[in-house]
C-alpha cells in the first residue's frame, strides 16, 4: 500500500476509502505527502458539499457549567472564571445582527445546565429567534447532555442541529479525562447522541486531538464511529491546554505543550479533517477556532483540508475574554463586525465563496431523510 495509489483511486467519484487504507494514510507526517492527502480531501469536499463556507454566528450565551471536565476552563471548580449569563435581549440582539448581516445559521453554546429554568430559557430563546427571522436563521444547538424530553422540546422550538462532541471513543481516555463519577459517563453521551438521532436533529459530535496518551489508533476509531452513529456534521479540533485545569497542569508537566508539540496537534487536527472529509465525503466538518489558537492560519488550511463550516464568534466583547475554553483564545479583543471581515478574507484566501443566506444544511442529513 502507498499513499499514491490510495489517492489514485477515484475518490471523487464511487471509489471509497477502506478502513485499511484509513488506518494506514493516518500514519503519514511528512509534510509534503500530507499536502497531497489535503489537496484530495479539498477536491472530495469540492465535488460533494461544494466549495462553499458556511457560517454558524456562534453566541456564547452563559459560561456556569455544572461538571468538571478535567480540560476545560470553564469547569464548574475553576473559581478563577468568573461567571455571567447574558440576558435575553443580548442573545436576541446579536442574533438579530447575525440576520441583517446575512448569517444563514446561529450557534448557541454555553456550559452545561439541566434545570428546568435554563430549558425554558433556552427554548423560548429558539422561539424568539426563529420569530425574528422569519424562519431563515438556522438554529445550531451545544448545550450540552440534556433529557430526550429536553431536546424534542429544542427541536420542536424551531432548532435544526444539535452539537454534543464525544471528546474521545477511546473509553478508557474518556473516563481519564473526566472525573469519575455519574456526571461524567460515556455511556449517557452515547446515549444522548442517539436521543438527539431520536427526535429528528441533524447530529454532530467530534473530538480533541492530540490528547495526553490519545494514539493515532484512537483517532482512527473515532472517525468509524462517525460513520457507525451515522453523524451529519463534526467539530473537532486540537486539544488546547489552559493552564488553570487538571489536564492542563499534567500537560505542562509532560511538556507536551511546547512549540513542537502543539505544530504537531495542528498537523494531526488537519489530517483528521482531511481524512475524515476522504472517508465520508458528505458531512460537514468545522475548522474550529481552537485550529487558530494554535495556528494563526489554522481555520483557513482546515478549509483547505476539507472543512467547510466556520463559527465567527458574534459573542459581544464583553463576555468573550470570559468564556475561556483553553488559552490564547483567538479573537477575543475584536467585535462581530471585525470577525466577519477577517473570517470572509480567510475563505477568499483559499478560493472558496461564504454561502451568505444559505443555512448550508449537512448534505448527509439531507440524504439521509430522502431514504
Ligand atoms: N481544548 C480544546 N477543546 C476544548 N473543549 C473544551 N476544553 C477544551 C480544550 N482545553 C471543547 C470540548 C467541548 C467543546 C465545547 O469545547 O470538546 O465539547
Ligand atoms: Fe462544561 Fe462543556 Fe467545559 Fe465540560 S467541556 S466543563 S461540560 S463547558
Redesign the pocket.
Known amino acids: 500500500m502507498t499513499v499514491d495509489s490510495i489517492l489514485e483511486k477515484d475518490l471523487v467519484g464511487n471509489e471509497w476509502l477502506t478502513e485499511e487504507e484509513l488506518r494506514f494514510l493516518m500514519t503519514v507526517t511528512d509534510e509534503e505527502t500530507l499536502q497531497k492527502i489535503y489537496k484530495k480531501a479539498y477536491e472530495v469536499k469540492a465535488a460533494y458539499v461544494d466549495k462553499v463556507a458556511y457560517y454558524r454566528g456562534l453566541i456564547e450565551f452563559s459560561n456556569r457549567c455544572i461538571k468538571n ?1 478535567l ?3 470553564i469547569r464548574y471548580e475553576n473559581s478563577k472564571t468568573e461567571r455571567f449569563d447574558m440576558s435575553r435581549d443580548d442573545v436576541l440582539k446579536m442574533a438579530k445582527w447575525a440576520y441583517e448581516h446575512e448569517y444563514g445559521s446561529l450557534t448557541l ?1 454555553s456550559g452545561e445546565r439541566t434545570d428546568e429554568g435554563f430549558v425554558d430559557y433556552v427554548v423560548d430563546l429558539i422561539r424568539d429567534i426563529k420569530k425574528l427571522s422569519n424562519n431563515e436563521l438556522g438554529i445550531t444547538m ?1 448545550v450540552g447532555e440534556q433529557s430526550e424530553e429536553a431536546y424534542r422540546r429544542m427541536r420542536e422550538a424551531g432548532a435544526d442541529r444539535y452539537l454534543l ?1 464525544i ?1 474521545t471513543t477511546n473509553q478508557e481516555l474518556f473516563e481519564m479525562i473526566h472525573p469519575k463519577d455519574a456526571l461524567h459517563s460515556f455511556e449517557t453521551r452515547v446515549n444522548c447522541l442517539k436521543s438527539l438521532r431520536k427526535v429528528g436533529f441533524q447530529v454532530g459530535t ?1 473530538v ?1 486531538i492530540g490528547l495526553p496518551g490519545q494514539t493515532l489508533d484512537d483517532l482512527v476509531n473515532d472517525i468509524l464511529f462517525y460513520r457507525d452513529m451515522d453523524i451529519d456534521m463534526i467539530g473537532m ?6 493552564h488553570d ?1 487538571p489536564l ?1 497542569q499534567r500537560a505542562l508537566e509532560l511538556g507536551i505543550d511546547s512549540q513542537k508539540g502543539k505544530l504537531e496537534r495542528v498537523q494531526l487536527g488537519l489530517k483528521m479533517i482531511a481524512l475524515t472529509r476522504l472517508f465520508l465525503k458528505d458531512v460537514n466538518i468545522a475548522a474550529t477556532t ?1 485550529l487558530q489558537a494554535l495556528d494563526k492560519l489554522g481555520r483557513e488550511k482546515g478549509l483547505a483540508a476539507g472543512a467547510n463550516i466556520l463559527m465567527p464568534i458574534i459573542t459581544v466583547p464583553e463576555h468573550r475574554a470570559k468564556y475561556l ?2 488559552d490564547n483564545k483567538p479573537c477575543v479583543d475584536d467585535n462581530a463586525d471585525q470577525c466577519k471581515e477577517c473570517l470572509t478574507r480567510r475563505v477568499m484566501s483559499i478560493g472558496d465563496r461564504v454561502g451568505w443566506k444559505e443555512q448550508g444544511n449537512s448534505q448527509h442529513y439531507k440524504k439521509r431523510i430522502v431514504k
Open positions: 471536565c480540560y476545560c476552563g453554546q451545544c462532541r471528546e467530534g480533541m479540533g486540537p486539544y488546547v491546554v489552559h485545569t492542563g481552537a475554553l483553553y
